[in-house]
């Protein structure tokens, strides 16, 4: 045997004994390309849980690219450390997809996975630090836990082990909206700035320093996601009126941060798209151009005015795909050959 073939032998085996990464060997999942169904939105203004139903899509088969499932907290992990059991809101909202996607093999949906805290959180949980704290938003009374405190965070990223540890696997999720740090909206950047929501959470101690802190450790608390894309819903942050278009900066460097740390699987999302694009928006929109796919967005209005101008400057910025409301108008009022038109503008735009 000579030196040369001992030693590319020696090499080999040396190969062989180094641990494998499995974290990497799996192919990231593909996004969700076309027109995605917001899902149920209704529990927002009527109350009680999130009920997932692909109904409004039955009646409109074969167009969309991708239904968002919600669930809450509350749903999931009613207790201290609950584990996720096998009859669990996703679980049910999966199996009516798969079952759709038998029915429609030539244009199957993807799953965007939104999991909301905030006012969704479970008793136990807005608890942490304090009892809940009692607002009125949007004149409906909420209460909400210390969502941007270190004990509230924690308890949140363990919530996320588990839902990785059972969902990422799963091919039929292609994405999940990281949805930390959230309070009324699945928008982390997104604090009411109304006085009957900040006075109350002031007096429980929320302050911009703990909210930048929170908002700054969001892709983390997401780690353990490791073949789904995740989601960042991105608005300049303002935690307080008279802050004029807040500070966009801010919410740059995090988006940056964001395809730093996940590459390709950070994918930037805005819930504001209309033709009356808000201005501190702008800059936002221009930024999300300028670093790339994938880009999504949420139309703002239920039924936009100019639904026609709103799609069409969603492309003009780069999406690929973007959520129309199921619930409240929507997408159920659009003719099916303007919806297909769409989808193919979103889908052409993602090659």
């Not at 974290?23 to 009920?51: C, N, T, W």
């Not at 082990?161 to 091919?171: M, S, V, Y």
């Not at 003719?335 to 979103?346: E, K, S």
Request: charged content about 20%; glycine content about 10%.
């Amino acid at each position: 045997m000579t030196l040369v073939f001992r030693r590319l032998l020696l090499a080999c085996t040396v190969l062989l004994l180094l641990p494998v990464d499995l974290s990497h060997a799996q192919e990231i999942k593909g996004p969700i390309r076309g027109l995605i169904s917001m899902g149920a939105y209704r529990f927002v203004g009527y109350g009680g849980d999130p009920v997932n139903t692909l109904e409004p899509l039955n009646a409109k088969p074969g167009i969309f690219g991708g239904l968002v499932v919600i669930a809450s907290w509350k749903q999931l992990q009613p207790t201290p450390g609950a584990e996720i059991g096998p009859d669990n809101v996703i679980d049910r909202a999966l199996a009516e997809v798969r079952a759709y996607n038998e029915r429609n093999p030539q244009k199957p949906l993807g799953v965007k996975l939104r999991v909301r805290g905030g006012f969704e959180a479970p008793d136990w949980a807005k608890q942490l630090g304090g009892p809940p704290i009692a607002t009125i938003f949007n004149e409906k009374p909420r209460t909400v836990g210390r969502f941007w405190s270190p004990a509230y965070r924690q308890a949140w990223a363990r919530l996320q082990q588990q839902l990785a540890a059972r969902f990422d696997w799963r091919p039929l999720i292609n994405e999940v909206a990281i949805t930390s740090c959230m309070s009324y909206t699945a928008e982390p950047f997104v604090v009411p700035i109304q006085e009957g929501v900040l006075r109350s959470l002031h007096a429980a101690g929320f302050s911009e320093q703990a909210y930048r802190e929170c908002l700054a450790n969001a892709v983390a608390d997401y780690a353990p996601w490791q073949h789904s894309r995740l989601v960042l819903s991105v608005n300049p942050l303002r935690t307080g009126p008279g802050q004029g278009n807040g500070d966009q900066a801010f919410t740059e460097g995090l988006m940056r941060g964001c395809r730093q740390t996940l590459g390709r699987r950070c994918v930037f999302d805005n819930h504001d798209l209309d033709t009356e694009l808000p201005g501190p928006l702008h800059r936002i929109y221009a930024t999300m151009k300028q670093l790339g796919p994938e880009i999504e967005f949420q139309t703002w209005r239920t039924t936009p005015k100019d639904f026609d101008g709103t799609i069409r400057l969603g492309v003009s910025y780069g999406a690929s795909a973007i959520e129309l409301y199921q619930d409240y108008g929507g997408f159920p009022l659009v003719a099916d050959a303007r919806l297909r038109q769409w989808a193919g503008m979103l889908e052409r735009n993602g090659r």
